[in-house]
């Protein structure tokens, strides 16, 4: 069965920077893309990021490009949300997510995603 697991949640300051971690565990970890979505109160799960199951190449949502960094450590089962300059409007529960499909194209939607993490709540406030 699969598992994410994800860490790293906190409080900041807006500017401030935080490392999410996803460990993922049930299947061979290198086969499948993963990807981080997030959630706000009252709003719908949006997409902010994936990486393919090769490492290359990476997706971003607008909001967030060029502030977070995805990346992965196939060695550890590990994908990695580094987030920067991080503003008011990131804070939100954060997910780790995962396909069924073996070796199969990174998509930017929720629906398209068959495995999910608890989540972490990430607030960014004043």
């Known amino acids: 069965q699969v598992q994410l697991v994800e860490s790293g949640g906190g409080s900041v300051r807006p500017g401030g920077s935080l490392r999410l971690s996803c460990v993922a565990s049930?299947?061979?970890?290198?086969?499948?893309?993963m990807a981080w979505f997030r959630q706000a109160p009252g709003q719908e799960r949006k997409f902010v990021s994936a990486?393919?199951?090769?490492?290359?190449?990476?997706i971003y949502a607008d909001d967030v490009k060029g502030r977070f960094t995805i990346s992965r450590d196939d060695e550890k089962n590990t994908v990695t949300l580094q987030m920067s300059s991080l503003k008011p409007e990131d804070t939100a529960v954060y997910y780790c997510?995962?396909?069924?499909?073996?070796?199969?194209?990174?998509?930017?939607?929720?629906?398209?995603?068959?495995?999910w993490g608890q989540g972490t709540q990430v607030t960014v406030s004043s």
């Open positions: 049930g299947r061979p970890f290198t086969r499948y893309a």
């Open positions: 997510a995962t396909r069924d499909m073996a070796y199969g194209v990174m998509k930017n939607r929720a629906e398209s995603y068959d495995y």
């Open positions: 990486i393919n199951w090769s490492g290359a190449p990476t």
